[in-house]
């Protein structure tokens, strides 16, 4: 059940091309790292595989891509990983594409970094639990968890909202400051994007 909302709720995201060329600029943090050489790998976030492919940082580093929509899927492994900054690390098992939800993997203490483009609100609270449990489990000691969210949209559909919505959207944005008040560490806003976003970096341990 939590796989299909998932999918179809990815159905329903805004075009990939704008976010993925905003949020580079929110990503400095992890950008900066990856500078760095540390090993990076990055699931569930397949917007920001575009300006990643502009870079030369597969050497020898690692990125996993989860995308359980089968025609994002499909676009990604049909015009991104054929290109030529992906198709060698694809070749040699160090880029991957996979086609399930995040709830899904098995992939403990596996990560560096996890730079997720779900969007958080549309989900029920135990489905965003579920999803930073997994991300917490994925990562190293040490690692980064980096998400977006659009500038005011928590509070607008708090505002918005009526009956149940209202009560599901107000525990997810609880749940939500809680993890930004105890683990953020750098945050980014730009509000060059339409609409304005923020990207958040948290660290868990």
Do not use: W
Request: aromatic share 10%.
């Amino acid at each position: 059940m939590a796989a299909e909302r998932l999918r179809e709720n990815r159905r329903r995201q805004p075009g990939i091309n704008k976010p993925a060329e905003r949020l580079h600029r929110c990503a400095s943090t992890v950008s900066g790292k990856m500078e760095q050489k540390q090993p990076v790998s990055i699931t569930d976030f397949s917007q920001y595989v575009f300006h990643l492919g502009g870079r030369d940082c597969f050497t020898p580093d690692e990125l996993d891509i989860c995308e359980i929509q089968p025609d994002f899927a499909d676009f990604l492994e049909r015009n991104v990983l054929t290109g030529s900054r992906f198709e060698p690390g694809v070749a040699g098992g160090r880029v991957r594409l996979l086609r399930s939800a995040v709830q899904e993997l098995t992939c403990d203490g596996r990560y560096d970094f996890v730079i997720s483009g779900l969007p958080m609100t549309v989900f029920e609270l135990h489905e965003v639990q579920d999803v930073f449990g997994v991300v917490r489990r994925s990562l190293k000691p040490g690692g980064v968890f980096s998400y977006f969210e659009y500038v005011g949209l928590r509070m607008g559909s708090r505002l918005l909202s009526v009956g149940r919505r209202r009560a599901r959207i107000r525990s997810v944005s609880a749940y939500l400051s809680e993890n930004i008040r105890k683990h953020q560490f750098d945050s980014q806003t730009v509000f060059q994007n339409l609409p304005p976003a923020c990207a958040r970096h948290l660290r868990f341990d």
